[in-house]
């Protein structure tokens, strides 16, 4: 079971007291885009087995969208971080770089 903590509020949770969200830091289509931009962005996603970022909501609690780092083949959780980020904070990237040196970083 995924144990996260809200950066809103800082209450640790367990997964069944959170929503996901699905894939963290999508590109949005605006109303200038192309079919294959649009689908892109609806349809496709990155899968990977590793070190994955996700949206993740607080549903039981504050009702806050928060940020993820974890791995997908342990559940191992790298830490979480505010929605309105742009890209991982460099502690974070950090720390996963310590933990799994083969990690390329963050695109």
């Not at 909501?57 to 980020?85: D, I, M, N």
Request: hydrophobic content about 35%; overall charge neutral; glycine content about 12%.
């Amino acid at each position: 079971m995924l144990i996260l903590e809200c950066p809103c509020c800082g209450v640790k949770a367990e997964e069944t007291e959170l929503t996901p969200g699905g894939e963290a830091h999508l590109k949005r289509c605006g109303p200038g885009s192309t079919d294959d931009e649009f689908d892109g962005y609806m349809f496709a996603r990155a899968n990977p087995r590793g070190v994955h970022f996700e949206r993740w909501r607080h549903a039981y609690g504050c009702g806050k969208w928060f940020l993820a780092a974890r791995c997908t083949a342990t559940l191992e959780v790298f830490g979480t971080y505010p929605a309105q980020s742009k890209q991982p904070p460099a502690e974070l990237q950090a720390k996963i770089k310590a933990r799994r040196p083969g990690w390329e970083g963050w695109t």
